[in-house]
């Protein structure tokens, strides 16, 4: 299938402009480039309620439905970024649509990043972050039974590795992950990191790159660098797992969707078509974008409650 109209647009100008290298760019343009790309999410949703909290020493952005009243079905959201990038600011739109198309409270996390602060410090906060968000739960408005842990990219990888870590722990569980074309496997041993690893803006280069600056010393095959790979799935929570035609990860997140069902666990998995790693926050020029929005915000407004 070809690529949709508004993505192609973005992917033409990447060629033309000769395929910029992620390793040539220094990690502060890199950033910044990642702030200036919120534009594409389109016009800012504002039927909501925005606020930055901070509660044990972490900070959250809280996004509620305007008037919202008692304890709500909620949603912890871990942005991606590569482990390098991402914050509230490259995420805003994402979390408004998604409180006001849910009804729910969304809950961002901001967990530290490379290459200033190595492995594990993201999965620690990531995982810290949740546990603060559960403690005060009914502080904040938050239906302990109705938690869904979300993430985009190296998100969709905090997402799965806390919800591993809460069970190995026999912590409290989320009812549900939602893994936005997650990065799983440090290794980029599948075929796709070649097929649609140079041509469509989040290439090979830049993934391994910001693999390389957060895991410094650490084995590509460690099972929190490369959670793919892991026997300890059974006992997870109901998983949806969302991956992109043209993504150098979409062999690996359907692969995930594989060895999930194999493991016992309640998965499911959607593949959408003419779209590149990142679609969910090209809204403004992306109808699959607009259409997943959606999805995901039913699912956490109305698929989050536990048996």
């Given at each position: 299938m070809a690529l949709e109209k508004g993505i192609a647009q973005q992917v033409e100008d990447f060629i033309a402009a000769g395929r910029p290298s992620a390793r040539a760019t220094h990690i502060d343009d890199r950033r910044a480039g990642y702030v200036a790309s919120a534009v594409l999410a389109g016009e800012t949703e504002t039927r909501v309620q925005v606020e930055d909290i901070e509660r044990d020493g972490m900070r959250f952005r809280m996004v509620s439905p305007l008037n919202a009243f008692g304890p709500l079905p909620a949603v912890i959201y871990y942005h991606g970024g590569c482990f390098i990038s991402g914050e509230f600011a490259t995420h805003d739109n994402?979390?408004?649509?998604?409180?006001?198309?849910?009804?729910?409270?969304?809950?961002?996390?901001?967990?530290?990043?490379?290459?200033?602060?190595?492995?594990?410090?993201?999965?620690?906060?990531?995982?810290?972050?949740?546990?603060?968000?559960?403690?005060?739960?009914?502080?904040?408005?938050?239906?302990?039974?109705?938690?869904?842990?979300?993430?985009?990219?190296?998100?969709?990888?905090?997402?799965?590795?806390?919800?591993?870590?809460?069970?190995?722990?026999?912590?409290?569980?989320?009812?549900?992950?939602?893994?936005?074309?997650?990065?799983?496997?440090?290794?980029?041993?599948?075929?796709?990191?070649?097929?649609?690893?140079?041509?469509?803006?989040?290439?090979?280069?830049?993934?391994?790159?910001?693999?390389?600056?957060?895991?410094?010393?650490?084995?590509?095959?460690?099972?929190?660098?490369?959670?793919?790979w892991r026997e300890d799935f059974v006992g997870l929570p109901s998983t949806h797992i969302i991956t992109a035609?043209?993504?150098?990860?979409?062999?690996?997140?359907?692969?995930?969707?594989?060895?999930l069902t194999d493991q016992g666990v309640d998965c499911t998995c959607q593949r959408y078509l003419g779209v590149i790693h990142g679609f969910f926050q090209l809204g403004g020029v992306s109808q699959a974008a607009r259409n997943v929005m959606r999805d995901v915000a039913w699912r956490i407004g109305e698929n989050a409650v536990l048996d």
């Amino acid at each position: 299938m070809a690529l949709e109209k508004g993505i192609a647009q973005q992917v033409e100008d990447f060629i033309a402009a000769g395929r910029p290298s992620a390793r040539a760019t220094h990690i502060d343009d890199r950033r910044a480039g990642y702030v200036a790309s919120a534009v594409l999410a389109g016009e800012t949703e504002t039927r909501v309620q925005v606020e930055d909290i901070e509660r044990d020493g972490m900070r959250f952005r809280m996004v509620s439905p305007l008037n919202a009243f008692g304890p709500l079905p909620a949603v912890i959201y871990y942005h991606g970024g590569c482990f390098i990038s991402g914050e509230f600011a490259t995420h805003d739109n994402q979390l408004r649509q998604l409180a006001y198309y849910s009804g729910c409270r969304v809950i961002a996390v901001q967990y530290r990043l490379a290459p200033e602060h190595t492995f594990p410090a993201a999965h620690d906060d990531a995982e810290q972050g949740a546990n603060i968000l559960w403690k005060y739960a009914e502080q904040l408005g938050i239906d302990r039974h109705r938690i869904t842990l979300a993430g985009d990219s190296a998100g969709g990888h905090l997402a799965l590795v806390t919800a591993l870590r809460l069970k190995a722990a026999h912590q409290w569980q989320p009812a549900q992950l939602i893994l936005l074309y997650p990065m799983l496997d440090a290794t980029a041993s599948f075929e796709t990191y070649t097929l649609n690893g140079e041509d469509y803006i989040i290439t090979r280069d830049m993934l391994l790159s910001g693999y390389e600056m957060y895991l410094a010393d650490t084995d590509t095959r460690h099972p929190e660098a490369s959670p793919l790979w892991r026997e300890d799935f059974v006992g997870l929570p109901s998983t949806h797992i969302i991956t992109a035609e043209f993504d150098p990860l979409r062999d690996e997140g359907e692969a995930l969707y594989q060895r999930l069902t194999d493991q016992g666990v309640d998965c499911t998995c959607q593949r959408y078509l003419g779209v590149i790693h990142g679609f969910f926050q090209l809204g403004g020029v992306s109808q699959a974008a607009r259409n997943v929005m959606r999805d995901v915000a039913w699912r956490i407004g109305e698929n989050a409650v536990l048996d």
